[in-house]
């Protein structure tokens, strides 16, 4: 059986920067490939250069893009021209009309047709690049534009070869170290006028480059490099040499289905079919390799932002580990244990390279958001065995170090490491997001002591590192049964509003931050008076109106407005902060009521552009409806056992993970 014709690349792409349906992008691209390709609608709109309502297309996108929040790198449009004039020097002039329902829109295979230009362009994936093949209907002017998009950019050509050789040093939030793209485009000589092709000035960008098309039927492979143009030209050869269009396809088809088919669900019908699949493509697009192999060893390298030098060994990025510790590296130890292992032993380089684990890298390190998950990524892959004790010992002595240090920047560390370490929570007078802040620290120092644990390291350290993972119980005020900031003196806010979002809060209110006690419900309950007050509580959460106050922000931020969108209380499955609460009551004793409110949560779901309650954010939201149709739920990543799992119903009448009979009561088989 075949899963891509069940995958809808599209689902979630129908989103604004007000509201949104997953804030995905529909990606042609391998799995955890270095970059991938789509059709690109509408450039003016910045991050949200695709949406599925659009009817234009400018031109055929590499990217790299992990979020419309965090912004691209190392990307370029390609365009095809034909017609009355030779070429637009910009993408805005020359975007055509085109059928998105004629549209093929495949993991393995983009095909555009452009209705202006009458051509056809089809794309397909490699780990470093893709092919590219167009077909031209109108024979006049025939030609393939390079658009730059972001930073500087140089292109040129070489006849005798066919190479078009480009770079260019785009990014957004990062600060990477003398970073570059290089592209090479690989074209057979006889299709292109070289004495017709030419580069054009692109403004504040540098330079795009224009090709004269000759053959109405031409064919190109792309590869990219972080490195230098000549490991572009190596990866190139490592992909594709002598390869046809239809034998790369060939091979991104059979690497998507082997992933697709390490889940095997006998699905109640058609539409969770699709949903399902849909999801589990997206769980799969990131972190994005950000490694090539060595042209003389063949071993794997590595451009460093830190350093901008080469360097030794595999690097991830793209991955924002404030979302994804929550279901993506859960699921992966499911279904894909040796890559965890490679990725986590990508990530524990930036702290080789760069001092500091990473916490939002795309490229380099952003930090846009807080705290340092990575922590819960590294104690769930040390508890299930996934790689070596030399690569936890490392991961660990990161760990320490921004559990008790300052980073030199804001996007580094731990926000505040030092004043937690001396006062136990965080100051809401000193720290924006004082709660969330306090309440993943505690969770991280609850990580940081498994993982010593799991190395044999000293008891007093781990009893040390326990302690403080108990910090949490400095900020619960016992009158309104809800996490506050407390200011350096101790003291809270004589004015609360539980509907308040932003201030002490990420992404929320008290009701949303409240229960980000993963590693200690039973603690967290004892604070309520017990598992009934604390189940009480909870009802109360899925009972209050989903309504909300801004005062926080000083505006509405679109999560506020999703919230209020569907009406499951103040429950916003929109967004992960609340991913874990319908499974609560699971852990409490009653898994009845989790799973009538996971069944009801799963229906804001489906495989359409408008598909998801809120931001898919890296493939945690689409993990977030696999797990809750298979059943469980990983609220305590790093939890040693199955303690950390809860259970509710399965929606589907069977599974199986990866060939094995699926039984989500015995998940220690499985883990």
């Given amino acids: 059986m075949n899963y891509i014709p069940y995958v809808n690349i599209r689902m979630g792409t129908a989103s604004v920067n007000r509201f949104s349906h997953g804030n995905t992008l529909p990606y ?57 004039r030779e070429y637009y020097d910009h993408w805005d002039g020359g975007w055509s009309g085109y059928r998105p329902e004629e549209t093929t829109f495949r993991p393995d295979l983009l095909r555009v047709r452009f209705l202006r230009q009458r051509c056809d362009f089809s794309v397909t994936p490699t780990m470093r690049g893709g092919m590219i093949a167009l077909h031209y209907d109108m024979q006049k002017n025939m030609g393939l534009t390079f ?15 066919g190479i078009l050789y480009g770079w260019t040093d785009g990014h957004s939030q990062d600060h990477p170290v003398d970073f570059r793209m290089h592209i090479v485009v690989q074209f057979s000589p006889d299709d292109i006028d070289g004495e017709k092709s030419h580069s054009f000035e692109a403004g504040a960008l540098g330079h795009g480059f224009h090709l004269a098309v000759k053959n109405p039927d031409i064919t190109a492979k792309i590869a990219i490099s972080y490195l230098s143009r000549e490991q572009a030209m190596y990866n190139l050869s ?30 109640v019908d058609d539409d969770q079919m699709k949903t399902f699949y849909s999801c589990l493509y997206r769980t799969v697009l990131f972190p994005h390799k950000a490694y090539e192999h060595d042209m003389e060893t063949g071993e794997a390298v590595h451009y460093s932002p830190f350093t901008g030098k080469k360097v030794k060994g595999v690097r991830y990025t793209d991955n924002g580990f404030w979302d994804t510790y929550r279901t993506v590296y859960p699921l992966y130890a499911l279904i894909a244990r040796d890559e965890y292992a490679e990725m986590l032993d990508g990530f524990v380089a930036d702290y080789r390279d760069g001092g500091w684990l990473p916490r939002w890298p795309s490229l380099g390190e952003v930090g846009c958001m807080p705290s340092t998950l990575i922590d819960a990524v590294i104690a769930d892959a040390a508890v299930k065995s996934i790689g070596t004790k030399a690569l936890w010992t490392e991961a660990l002595e990161g760990m320490l170090h921004h559990a008790n240090h300052n980073g030199p920047e804001n996007r580094y560390g731990r926000n505040g490491a030092e004043k937690y370490v001396k006062l136990g929570y965080m100051p809401r007078d000193q720290y924006h997001e004082s709660v969330n802040l306090t309440l993943d620290a505690a969770y991280g120092d609850w990580c940081i002591a498994r993982v010593a644990e799991v190395l044999g390291y000293d008891k007093e350290l781990i009893a040390n590192y326990d302690r403080r993972a108990k910090n949490y119980q400095k900020l619960f005020d016992k009158e309104t049964g809800f996490m506050r900031g407390r200011d350096e ?20 209110c008290a009701w949303q931050s409240t229960f980000a006690v993963p590693h200690d419900i039973m603690g967290l309950a004892e604070l309520y008076g017990g598992k009934e007050k604390f189940t009480e509580k909870l009802d109360e959460l899925f009972a209050t109106k989903p309504e909300y106050t801004v005062d926080g922000y000083g505006y509405e931020i679109h999560e506020m407005t999703e919230l209020a969108a569907i009406d499951f209380g103040q429950c916003a499955i929109s967004n992960q902060p609340s991913f874990h609460f319908p499974f609560l009551f699971s852990l409490l004793g009653d898994e ?33 409806y696999i797990f809750a149709v298979l059943g469980i739920y990983p609220v305590c990543p790093g939890m040693p056992g199955t303690a950390g799992y809860a259970k509710t119903d399965m929606l589907v009448r069977g599974a199986k993970i990866l060939g094995q009979v699926w039984d989500h009561t015995q998940i220690e088989k499985y883990i």
Avoid at 149 to 158: A, H, M, R, T, V
Wanted: hydrophobic letters at 30%; glycine letters at 10%; charged letters at 25%.
């Fill in 489 to 508: 003196r101790g003291t809270m806010k004589e004015d609360f509003d539980p509907l308040t979002w932003g201030g002490e809060y990420t992404e929320g």
């Fill in 238 to 267: 490592e992909d594709m040499q002598g390869k046809t269009f239809a034998e790369v396809q060939r091979a991104a088809e059979e690497t998507w289905e082997e992933i697709l088919h390490r889940i095997e669900i006998d699905a």
């Fill in 147 to 161: 658009y730059p998009l972001k930073g500087n950019n140089d292109w040129s050509y070489d006849r005798e070869t």
């Fill in 592 to 624: 009845e009521k989790s799973s009538k409110w996971v069944k009801e949560l799963t229906t804001v779901f489906h495989a359409t552009p408008t598909g998801y309650p809120g931001d898919e954010d890296n493939g945690t939201t689409s993990a977030w």
């Fill in 28 to 84: 042609t691209q391998l799995p955890w490939a270095m970059a991938g390709f789509m059709p690109q609608t509408n450039g003016n709109a910045g991050g949200w250069f695709f949406h599925a309502d659009d009817r234009c297309v400018e031109g055929i996108r590499l990217t790299h893009q992990p979020s419309p929040w965090i912004g691209d790198y190392g990307t370029f449009l390609m365009a095809p021209q034909a017609g009355t």
